[in-house]
Structure formats: C-alpha cells, structure tokens
C-alpha cells in the first residue's frame, strides 16, 4: 500500500511570511497527526484528527498555526506568519484506529527554515 | 513536557554487538512504543508493548516494561552498520502519544 505522502519536502521561507503544508494519508486511516520535530528532539504533537474532527490540538500555537482535515482525508497545516523558532520538520503521521494505541505510519516530512 | 526520557542520548558501538537503550515515564501508560528514525526520514515503527506485558521480540529486537519502574528498554542484538539511527519511545495514554528526545546510536562497521 501506499505510504503518507507530504509536499513540499523542503521549504525556505523569511520570517513573516506564510507557508502550507500537505499530507495525504493512508487511504482508509481515520487518524491523522502533525508533528513538529525540532533538530535533535522528539516529535511534539501538534494537532490529531479522527476523521474530520479535531481530537486535540492543546500544543498548536493556534495564533499562528492552522490545520484542517478535509472530508478526512488529506490536511494541510498553515503557518501565518512564521517566526525564526519555526524551523523545524513538520511530519504527519496517520493510523488506522482511533486510538493511539495502533502503531502510527509517518510520512517523509517537510524540513522547513525561516531566516 | 515530553512524557518518555531515552537514556543515553547517544550510543557508539562497534557492529556485532548489542545495543541497549532505555525510556522512563512519569505517568501511567496504556503502552509504549519504540520508533526508529534515520536521518532525514520519517519515523518507523519498530514494536508495541501493552501495559499488561513485561517483554516482547521481534527479530533482533527485544523490548521490556516495568510499569513498576515506570521504564522500558530496547535491545537490538547483534547490531549492523544499518542499525544507525535515533531510536524514540513513545508512551500512549488517553488516546495520545508522547515522544522523548531519542538516543542516537552509531553502528561502526
């Protein structure tokens, strides 16, 4: 099967400006997660959808970030406008269950710099 | 706060032997998961372990739990040159998972 797929893989960006990310998930995986994966950490959630519903998105830094899940499928996580400590991977991660518990597939991530 | 802590955070070792990282928590888990990440990749699953079990394999790997200690480990026996990357553990509770920062292992050939 098909992995998550996320565009672009790379973007530079100055600071103040906007950017948008996409993911296309596993077909059929009601969950859907973006991550923030800072050099030398763990990924740190974002935002987790099940289906089209937001499950949690206490970390979002919701003045700047965005994200939605249309007819829950793919997203897209909006930045406006970034700061300099957004730099960083982005990375979605999809599973089938609507539970953490199932293990989750990650796509290849979308390195992003803000100079 | 990140919920899982890998020690060490990094790990040198020559290929052929075995490598051995832990993961402590804070809070009550309903598992833990291990990822691998290489460089520049998204993360890979490696295995689950519930709350209710102590070990678990999965061809080199060997995994154990302690809720008791609140800490689990990861064995990668034998190890290659391939084994070369950051190893996460991720505990899942209330429906959520929480990465730790990782420990970095080298498999020198």
């Known amino acids: 099967e098909a992995g998550v797929a996320q565009s672009p893989r790379y973007k530079i960006i100055e600071k103040r400006q906007s950017v948008a990310f996409w993911c296309n998930p596993i077909?059929?995986?009601?969950?859907l997660y973006w991550y923030q994966q800072i050099l030398g950490q763990g990924p740190k959630l974002l935002i987790q959808f099940q289906n089209n519903g937001v499950v949690d998105d206490s970390q979002l830094p919701k003045d700047r970030f965005s994200a939605e899940r249309l007819k829950g499928v793919d997203s897209t996580l909006k930045i406006q406008p970034a700061k300099l400590e957004d730099s960083a991977v982005y990375l979605c991660?999809?599973?089938?269950?609507?539970?953490?518990?199932?293990?989750?597939?990650f796509g290849p991530g979308t390195r992003l710099t803000v100079l | 706060s990140q919920q899982g802590e890998e020690d060490p955070q990094a790990l040198s070792i020559q290929e052929g032997e075995n490598a051995t990282m832990n993961c402590s928590y804070k809070t009550s888990i309903n598992n833990l998961q291990w990822y691998r990440q290489n460089s520049g990749r998204g993360l890979v699953h490696l295995i689950l372990i519930r709350s209710n079990e102590r070990e678990k394999h999965s061809g080199r790997l060997r995994v154990t739990l302690d809720t008791s200690k609140k800490s689990s480990s990861l064995l990668i026996t034998a190890s290659r040159a391939a084994d070369t990357a950051s190893y996460f553990c991720?505990?899942?509770?209330?429906?959520?998972?929480?990465f730790g920062d990782g420990t970095t292992l080298t498999v020198k050939p």
């Open positions: 991720a505990t899942d509770g209330a429906g959520k998972s929480t």
């Open positions: 991660a999809s599973s089938p269950g609507t539970f953490a518990v199932n293990e989750q597939f």
């Open positions: 077909s059929g995986h009601a969950t």
